[in-house]
């Protein structure tokens, strides 16, 4: 594709209908789009086109957004390389400067897209990126400085994150030694720049901008370690980073009480910088320190309620915590005088919900609930303060349980003389409960230790169980409530917990939908509580509320912002999995008639993910809970689900898709008879290659591809090539190879050996090619997993002729290179059994192996297996190698999100043949020294190691065989 007018005239047009309204134009638009992508200058026709500045600003910003998503696609090199390297080279040269000189909606993408390819690139194959950064910062341009400091924000602060390792301290480490004092004097320069034009308002925005990116990037280079660079030179940033916190100008405050202004910004990132040094380097940062303190200190007591100042505050008081929590400095904060005045002036006022909380509530009831309950609010007032209350416990637990426990006398006090108007109080009286009780505490079973000077079950009978059935109550307290419920649900005795459900089952069909939706959460929170002190809840317990809970669920999903409540949905879900032995048919057909209705609804706009997972998980255990035992129950969901299905593959409603497969997987494991034809009508659908284009459609098309082959080999095997063809572009995948693997073994599973005869050759040979071209650690145990099988189904000497025909004494490399070195890393139960079955054919029943071709390794092979019973699984791979991380949340991505109810049982292809692997070897040991008497003891005597040969020893006495021949 050149790069000229015309075609940069097509790639505008086409920009621009991937704006339009029409979603039909859209989708047209698109696709042609992704189906040039790859084409060789495709990349740099799209760089130009962004750079064009007469060209309309929106099909730029479209332009520089769909190059991010394009870089984040196709940059990362897995198996193929999907762009030119001559395209990689010219990006890489381009994008900086493109970059620095667009304007700031187009430069956010380019930036992004600096990032993504630097995260695979950067520095190896893109050593100068920092070095022409340096340079651009010398131009005394803040625009193009703060363009550089952005992008070098965006690039390390991937530092924060990632793991610890050589690698990424060798690159933390060349980013320092080229980066780190060219920030440290632009830091100082522009402080020096920041005191010369204070009048300037329009100056001081741009000088401010910079220091916060500045600011932000000391954090990330700090994170990880402490640099030898920064050790040195602490004493240049710390005593300017200390007047910043103290700093005041008018020019740079805002009027709005929300919009937060850059003087709060940089005070904040400082105030996070140094809560970094005060928690991971105390010792060099003690010097530093008291200062810090005092002045933080300063700064919390003179600092409004105002919305604005909440990341300031949240950061300010977590500089306190991390102090707090080192041992060094507890007699900082073991003065009784000095914790009374943090809890009155600092931690009371901050716990405490405000005007803006209470809108928050009524307003966006679900972000409220993220904030309050999921730990999204990690970086709010309530939250720090919350935090730094544990962090003075662990100080002096009794004496704060004792302070707090004055100010919550008053604050319920007041909340009992005048409940209409003062309810703001006891909501905060449940919170410091709440902050001073949880010791420790886990995702599954709230607190799990509490401080022994609360009585949480006093606190419950006299002020939680009120609330739930009073009727004047406010709706905050009660979610309150609510909350103090799912918190100690596991530390509150057993009893007390389980009297709870009947009155949030009422309050599941509470009009306000933080009532409903904390109600409902906090029933499916019990009912997977599972402790020594806690017993599993039973369907017993339930069923008396049962109705009312799916009446009230169903009731509540009408309420206006409810109707895709993921609460409410998994509480669905988890009663469906808790009762599914109880849940009598008409009821099941309801349940299931309702979300196809449901599932109708989202399908016009899918955009809760959470919501739209937890409705295919419960289609999935109703499935599982009625028909395992029955199939033919099946046929009854097949009516209602298949016109469902078949109306989101015709519309490619790409979310809903991988759920699709992963249930119509379940719906044909399940099956006992001959699969319907309505499966088969969809058959040559699954194999058409766009669909496998999908990353996330991989992983439930490989399994229902699978389920084909087991439940009807005839009917799939005239389209073997097209599945094998399948196998072909996975194995070349590093990320997919597996799912190739588990093609391919289904497929020697269940097909008749004829079927597969004329393909195995080409299918070894592949797979060859892929070990020489990348080896993997994966690649190399699903391989040796694949020929023991292959071996233990359709014969050992057919695998010895099929790799020597590919080479003449190929098999014996393999039984050296692969078998004998790699046997160890074999992990699973179950492809254990398989590579023990196999391994153990290969010994016995494949007579090049007892010959002179490949006598010489047959001990060596036994020994191996043995080392394989007996030691644990070898874990170490190649320090190289490239390991790809799975995202597992729900989400609009390419990830697959696995349906937990639909999951498959990883089966036993030798279940019926061998019930012990150890047994099998001993006894085909037997039968192979019968049939070549003399043969095998000096084999084994003169190569197998003295401790495996114990082993053996006990495996022939297992199998009752006194001796070999």
Not at 177 to 192: K, R, S, Y
Not at 387 to 401: G, N, P, Y
Not at 495 to 514: F, M, R, Y
Request: with cysteine; glycine share 4%; charged share 20%.
């Amino acid at each position: 594709m050149e790069v000229n007018d015309n075609n940069l005239q097509a790639l505008s047009t086409y920009l621009k209908q991937t704006l339009d309204p029409n979603p039909d134009v859209r989708k047209e638009a698109e696709k042609f789009l992704a189906s040039v992508e790859r084409q060789q200058n495709f990349p740099i026709l799209c760089l130009n086109l962004v750079s064009l500045e007469s060209c309309d600003m929106s099909v730029r910003i479209a332009g520089s957004v769909y190059f991010k998503n394009m870089v984040k696609r196709l940059w990362k090199i897995d198996g193929e390389d999907k762009l030119h390297t001559s395209d990689r080279n010219q990006v890489k040269t381009l994008i900086v400067d493109l970059m620095l000189n667009s304007p700031e909606s187009i430069q956010r993408q380019l930036s992004d897209s600096i990032t993504i390819i630097g995260a695979e690139d950067f520095p190896e194959n893109w050593p100068n990126l920092i070095s022409g950064m340096v340079e651009k910062m010398k131009t005394k341009n803040f625009n193009v400085i703060n363009g550089v400091l952005q992008t070098a924000h965006s690039l390390f602060k991937r530092y924060r994150y990632e793991m610890r390792s050589d690698e990424l301290f060798t690159e933390i480490k060349f980013v320092i030694e080229n980066f780190g004092e060219p920030l440290t004097l632009l830091f100082e320069e522009t402080l020096a720049l920041a005191e010369q034009h204070a009048a300037d308002v329009s100056a001081l925005k741009i000088i401010f901008n910079s220091l916060v990116t500045i600011a932000k990037c000391f954090y990330s280079l700090n994170y990880q370690d402490l640099p030898e660079f920064f050790e040195d030179n602490m004493s240049r940033w710390f005593p300017r980073f200390l007047p910043l916190l103290k700093l005041q100008n008018k020019l740079l405050y805002t009027d709005d009480a929300e919009e937060v202004g850059l003087l709060e910004m940089l005070k904040s990132q400082v105030c996070e910088n140094v809560a970094l040094y005060a928690q991971k380097y105390d010792e060099e940062f003690a010097p530093f320190l008291p200062g810090y303190v005092e002045t933080v200190w300063e700064l919390l007591l003179s600092t409004s309620q105002e919305v604005k100042y909440d990341l300031l505050v949240s950061n300010a008081i977590k500089f306190l915590t991390s102090v707090a929590e080192r041992p060094q400095y507890a007699e900082l904060f073991s003065n009784e005088e000095t914790l009374r005045n943090i809890c009155e002036k600092v931690l009371v006022p901050n716990m405490k919900l405000r005007e803006s909380d209470v809108e928050l509530f009524e307003d966006n009831p679900f972000q409220y609930i993220r904030a309050d309950v999921e730990g999204s609010d990690a970086e709010t007032r309530r939250r720090s303060a919350s935090d730094f209350v544990r962090a003075l416990c662990k100080v002096k637990e009794q004496s704060v349980s004792t302070i707090f426990s004055n100010y919550l006398g008053n604050l319920i006090g007041e909340y009992t003389k005048d409940p209409a108007n003062k309810w703001i109080d006891k909501e905060a009286a449940i919170y410091i409960v709440i902050s001073l009780a949880v010791k420790t505490k886990t995702e599954r079973h709230g607190a799990t230790t509490s401080n022994s000077f609360i009585n949480l079950s006093d606190f419950y009978q006299n002020q939680i169980k009120v609330e739930l059935t009073n009727p004047n109550c406010h709706p905050i307290v009660r979610s309150a409530a609510i909350k103090y419920i799912m918190t100690f649900r596991s530390t509150l005795p057993r009893e007390v917990t389980v009297s709870t459900i009947p009155h949030l089952a009422q309050l599941i069909g509470d009009k306000n939908i933080v009532v409903h939706s904390y109600a409902a959460s906090a029933i499916e929170k019990i009912m997977i509580i599972k402790l020594p002190n806690f017993s599993p809840l039973t369907p017993g317990e339930v069923a008396p509320c049962f109705e009312q809970v799916l009446a009230n669920l169903f009731s509540s999903f009408s309420v206006e912002g409810s109707a895709e409540n993921e609460y409410l949905m998994k509480l669905l879900m988890r009663s469906v999995s808790l009762m599914k032995e109880q849940l009598p048919p008409p009821l099941v057909e309801n349940l299931i008639t309702a979300l196809t209705g449901k599932l109708g609804e989202i399908c016009k706009n899918p955009s809760k993910p959470h919501f739209n997972h937890y409705v295919f998980e419960t289609f999935s255990c109703l499935i599982r809970g009625t028909c395992t035992g029955k199939p033919e129950k099946i046929a009854g969901f097949e009516a209602v689900l298949f016109p469902a299905f078949q109306d989101i593959l015709q519309k490619d409603v790409t979310e809903f898709i991988p759920y699709v497969f992963q249930v119509l997987s379940l719906m044909l494991e399940l099956q006992n008879r001959p699969i319907p034809a309505q499966y088969m009508a969809l058959f040559p659908f699954l194999l058409s290659p766009q669909l496998w284009e999908r990353p996330g459609s991989i992983p439930p098309l490989t399994r229902l591809i699978q389920a084909y082959v087991e439940k009807n080999p005839d009917g799939v095997k005239e389209s073997v090539n097209s599945i094998l063809g399948i196998f072909q572009k996975l194995i070349a995948s590093r990320s997919n190879d597996h799912f190739g693997f588990y093609l391919l073994n289904t497929m020697v599973e269940n097909l008749d050996k004829a079927v597969l005869q004329t393909f195995l050759k080409s299918v070894f040979s592949l797979l060859f090619q892929r070990m020489q071209s990348s080896k993997t650690t994966k690649f190399m145990k699903n391989f040796i997993v694949f020929m023991s099988l292959f071996a233990g189904k359709l014969g050992a000497q057919l695998l010895i002729d099929i790799i020597d025909s590919i080479q003449q004494g190929l098999f014996g490399m393999v039984v050296e290179k692969i078998f004998i070195a790699e046997l160890q890393k074999i992990a699973g139960e179950t492809e254990r059994k398989i590579t023990a079955v196999g391994v153990t054919k290969i010994l016995t029943e494949g007579p090049a192996m007892l010959n002179e071709s490949y006598v010489h390794l047959w001990a060596g092979l036994l020994n191996a297996l043995v080392c394989m019973f007996e030691g644990g699984v070898d874990t170490s791979t190649p320090q190289d190698e490239h390991f790809i991380e799975i995202e597992d949340t729900p989400g609009y991505t390419t990830a697959f999100n696995q349906l937990v109810f639909a999951s498959k049982k990883p089966l036993d292809p030798f279940a019926g043949s061998v019930a012990n692997p150890k047994v099998h070897l001993a006894e085909s040991l037997k039968k192979v020294s019968v049939r070549y008497p003399g043969k095998l003891l000096p084999l084994i005597q003169s190569g197998v190691k003295g401790e495996s040969i114990t082993k053996l020893q006990e495996y022939l006495l297992s199998a009752n065989i006194a001796s070999l021949s």
